[in-house]
Antibody, heavy 122, light 107 residues
Framework: QVQLQESGPGLVKPSETLSLICTVSGDDSISGNYWSWIRQPAGKGLEWIGRMHSSGSTNQNPSLKSRVTMSVDTSKNQFSLKVTSVTAADTAVYYC???????????????WGQGTLVTVSS | DIQMTQSPSSLSASVGDRVTITCRASQNINVYLNWYQQKPGKAPKLLIYAASSLQSGVTSRFSGSGFGTDFTLSISSLEVEDFATYFCQQSYNLPRTFGQGTKLEIK
């Protein structure tokens, strides 16, 4: 069973860069899978930020694309997220999640980290 | 982007009731629709994928149906642990998008 754990600063100043790492452990490795970042402002819905494949290819939400960078370190079983020029609107719980393909065809988020709250404030 | 709209936004029900939550997509998504349950302070948990397939380990009190643009999640005989917020999510294309959520509360 795969486990995911987010880590990173809980407080970021406006205009600075938010940086998070997701560490994957368990009987799965980061290779051969898609790994996503999803965020949730307090009391609100879920927003998909983007995903990356272990090969290094990425897809990002156009709503954030110009501010988002994702990378992967397969040797450490980690993938990371950076969001630049943050504002209060970026305050949210950030989740990392694995996107698997059921029956090889149907994408789904079957494993999630516990989430980490990032607050943007001076 | 594909817009996902859930109804109702909130729902009060009693233990033992059967409830149904609806999710509508802004365009045809075939059966590329997943349902998640989220409890306060916890990550979402996958319940149903591909519109009607039950995720391993999830109780059969949950069921899903639909095709195209209209989908439903049904919970038969509610138990206390079912009171939570439910989200639908389309996996037809990128960016992945979620419904706004339906909060199921105890009456």
């Amino acid at each position: 069973q795969v486990q995911l754990q987010e880590s990173g600063p809980g407080l970021v100043k406006p205009s600075e860069t938010l940086s998070l790492i997701c560490t994957v452990s368990g009987d799965d490795s980061i290779s051969g899978n898609y790994w996503s970042w999803i965020r949730q402002p307090a009391g609100k819905g879920l927003e998909w930020i983007g995903r990356m494949h272990s090969s290094g290819s990425t897809n990002q939400n156009p709503s954030l694309k110009s501010r988002v960078t994702m990378s992967v370190d397969t040797s450490k079983n980690q993938f990371s997220l950076k969001v630049t020029s943050v504002t209060a609107a970026d305050t949210a719980v950030y989740y990392c999640a694995r996107e698997d393909y059921a029956s090889g065809s149907y994408p789904l988020f079957d494993s999630w980290g516990q989430g980490t709250l990032v607050t943007v404030s001076s | 982007d594909i817009q996902m709209t859930q109804s109702p936004s909130s729902l009060s029900a009693s233990v033992g009731d059967r409830v149904t939550i609806t999710c509508r997509a802004s365009q045809n998504i075939n059966v590329y629709l997943n349902w998640y349950q989220q409890k306060p302070g916890k990550a979402p948990k996958l319940l149903i994928y591909a519109a009607s397939s039950l995720q391993s380990g999830v109780t059969s009190r949950f069921s899903g149906s639909g095709f195209g643009t209209d989908f439903t999640l049904s919970i038969s005989s509610l138990e206390v642990e079912d009171f939570a917020t439910y989200f639908c999510q389309q996996s037809y294309n990128l960016p992945r998008t979620f419904g706004q959520g339906t909060k199921l509360e105890i009456k």
